[in-house]
């Protein structure tokens, strides 16, 4: 199993990026996704996650209002908006699934680890 993130790159605080998630062998809706992450030498930290049971959203603080995650089934790809870009969100995003974990589960620190986790994609917000 893969997953894949897409659509990091270096943006002006204030601006937008739209990362993508897909994977390999598996369908995504059928898992709970979660989006992390990570900077060098700090600890990783969940960012928001789908759940798989009812797709509800979650968020952490930092990404309320700012961040939007979605499905979309028709390519079973899920997708994170990330608007109002500040510098402190520069990271390597990565997303994960896991069919038996709960959103809550991502987002308590330290989260916990998902079952398939994907290579990150980079995310710097400069000027």
């Known amino acids: 199993v893969q997953l894949q993130a897409s659509g990091g790159g270096l943006v002006q605080p204030g601006g937008s990026l739209r990362l993508s998630c897909v994977a390999s062998e598996i369908t995504l809706e059928d898992f709970t996704i979660g989006w992390f992450r990570q900077v060098p030498g700090k600890e990783r930290e969940g960012v928001s996650c789908?759940?798989?049971?009812?797709?509800?959203?979650y968020y952490s603080d930092f990404a309320k209002g700012r961040f939007i995650i979605s499905r979309n089934t028709a390519d079973s790809t899920v997708y994170l908006q990330m608007n109002s870009l500040r510098p402190d969100d520069t990271a390597v995003y990565y997303c994960?699934?896991?069919?038996?974990?709960?959103?809550?589960?991502?987002?308590?620190?330290?989260?916990?680890?998902?079952?398939?986790r994907g290579q990150g994609t980079k995310v710097t917000v400069s000027s």
């Open positions: 994960t699934a896991d069919a038996n974990r709960r959103c809550l589960d991502a987002l308590v620190r330290p989260p916990l680890n998902f079952k398939y």
């Open positions: 789908i759940s798989q049971s009812d797709r509800s959203t």
